[in-house]
Structure formats: C-alpha cells, structure tokens
C-alpha cells in the first residue's frame, strides 16, 4: 500500500526547505492481550535533522479510525524536540485496541527548528563587566530574555534583605523584567537548593534568569576560548513563563575570557507544518 502525507505551510516562515517529502517510514508494533503501542515513524527530507536542527510535534497528533474513533498521541513524547538522527521523527500511539488494524489518517503538527546567528537564534556573547546582571539576547525580542547573574553574590545576599533588594531591583529595572515573576522564581530557586553546601568549593557558579513566552531557550553553554572547550548549563528549573539555569564549575578553573552562548527559538528560526498522514496499515 502506498502512503501519502500531505504537508500544509501553516506559518509564512522563511526556511531554507521550502517543500520538502515526508513519508512514512516505518510501524512497530508492541501488544498485549487487549490494547497495542503503535510507533509511527515518518521520514523527513529536504532538511538535515541533527543535534542543532530539530524536529517536535506540537502538542498531540490524532488518529482516526476506519470506525471514526479518535485516539491521540502519547502526550510523553508531545512538545519537546528528541534527537531527530537519520532525519526520522516517531510518533507514539498507546493503548490501541487490539482489533485496530489500520489508521484511516494521522493529522497534527510539526515543528521544525533550524537556528542560526543570522536569525538572531545563537547569541554568543563574551564575559566582561557589562554582561552580568544584563538581558544577553537582544532588546528587540520580546519573547525571551536571558540575564546571567553572580551566583556567589546572589547566595550571600539572599541573608541581607535591604541588599538584596536593591539588588534585584536594579537588575528587574534594568532589563524590564517582571517583578513578581523574578521574586517567585528566585523564592522556588532559593528553596529547592537551601541546603545545597557546595558552594565554597566550586570556582565560577552563574545562574541564568530567563523570562519566556511564546519560546524556548534550548540551550546555554560556556565556551572557554583559551581551552576550546565548551560546557553545557545543564542545572535547572523550568517553570511556564521562567526559569533559571545554573552553570557550577568544579574544574579545571574556568578561565575568564569564556564566552556564553544561547541557543532559542525566535519567529525566524520555526517553521510549523500541519501534516496528514493517510492508510497506515497496522497488520
């Protein structure tokens, strides 16, 4: 049986694919006595799907059957982008009755990530007095904003309550955050690591605060120029509309012409697709 899946541009994004083939690659199964795990596996080209670019569906994908029943996608892979190698992107159907044996049709949407310098999607900025306490992406996005601040500093106030008043609202006027959104964040940050000792044994600890909307920050990183080494931010707590990433060295001692790299997605680097997919035989 022939598959077909037709590909709608949903957002007049530009991308470097304009219309690329997407097919069905693959179906595994797995069952018990009474329901099936189906993995539907498309296959992507026109575009190189890699540890950079990225593919996630948005939200949840529907199937229907030859009996009009709906199921939806399993929401643990949904809105997230996985490693897309070998341009192959899964998507997951549990608790499939066992008498299904074919998807009449498939529909939902993609997402495709595909960041660069020139849309504004990596920053990489350089470590100097300027860039603490200061929104690293550019004051033209209004969608998310990254602001490194001295960890070491931020722990020993947090006893002071005067200074780190002040403190915190020069860094919220500066770079127009929101106030009541900076303090819960700091207030969950400050709880979840209160008995954390740590701290005086490391050399560098920076803890990123990032304000979100519409977008995600992917990732941060500490390239060390002298070293050509880069280290991944990898502490966090993410909530819907912030966050704060913590960046501890341990050793070799950072050196102090690091630069910080963020990678985001912004209007320039998405480009979404509504996709249905058609016959898929489950036998």
């Known amino acids: 049986m022939k598959?077909?899946?037709?590909?709608?541009?949903?957002?007049?994004?530009?991308?470097?694919?304009?219309?690329?083939?997407?097919?069905?690659?693959?179906?595994?199964?797995?069952?018990d006595s009474t329901i099936k795990i189906v993995y539907v596996q498309i296959k992507i080209d026109g575009v190189k799907l890699d540890s950079l670019n990225r593919i996630k569906l948005l939200g949840n994908a529907s199937v229907f059957t030859d009996e009009s029943?709906?199921?939806?996608?399993?929401?643990?892979?949904?809105?997230?982008?996985?490693?897309?190698?070998?341009?192959?992107y899964?998507?997951?159907?549990?608790?499939?009755p066992n008498q299904v044996n074919k998807f009449k049709r498939i529909s939902g949407t993609l997402r495709l990530f595909n960041p660069s310098e020139e849309k504004s999607s990596i920053v990489r900025v350089s470590?100097?007095?300027?860039?603490?306490?200061?929104?690293?992406?550019?004051?033209?996005?209004n969608n998310i904003k990254v602001v490194p601040i001295?960890?070491?500093?931020?722990?020993?106030?947090?006893?002071?309550?005067?200074?780190?008043?002040?403190?915190?609202?020069?860094?919220?006027?500066?770079?127009?955050?929101n106030e009541v959104l900076l303090l819960k964040t700091l207030s969950q940050y400050f709880e979840q690591n209160k008995k954390t000792k740590f701290l005086k044994k490391v050399s560098d600890y920076i803890l990123f605060y990032i304000e979100k909307e519409n977008f995600?920050?992917?990732?941060?990183?500490?390239?060390?120029?002298?070293?050509?080494?880069?280290?991944?931010?990898?502490?966090?707590?993410?909530?819907?509309?912030?966050?704060?990433?913590?960046?501890?060295?341990?050793?070799?001692?950072?050196?102090?012409?690091?630069?910080?790299?963020?990678?985001y997605e912004n209007a320039e680097s998405i480009t979404e697709f509504n996709f249905e997919l058609l016959d898929v035989d489950l036998k």
């Open 90 to 96: 899964t998507i997951v159907f549990d608790s499939i």
């Open 69 to 88: 029943k709906e199921y939806i996608s399993d929401w643990f892979y949904s809105d997230d982008y996985l490693d897309n190698y070998d341009n192959n």
């Open 3 to 31: 598959y077909v899946l037709l590909i709608i541009i949903t957002l007049a994004v530009q991308f470097e694919v304009r219309s690329q083939e997407v097919a069905l690659n693959k179906v595994r199964l797995e069952s």
């Open 127 to 141: 470590n100097d007095e300027s860039t603490f306490n200061s929104n690293i992406i550019s004051q033209n996005s």
């Open 216 to 263: 995600e920050v992917m990732s941060i990183s500490i390239d060390d120029t002298t070293k050509n080494e880069k280290r991944y931010v990898s502490s966090k707590l993410n909530g819907p509309k912030s966050a704060i990433w913590s960046f501890i060295n341990y050793k070799p001692k950072l050196n102090n012409n690091f630069i910080m790299e963020v990678i």
């Open 150 to 177: 001295d960890g070491f500093l931020l722990h020993k106030l947090k006893w002071k309550k005067r200074k780190i008043r002040k403190y915190i609202a020069e860094i919220i006027n500066q770079n127009q955050l």
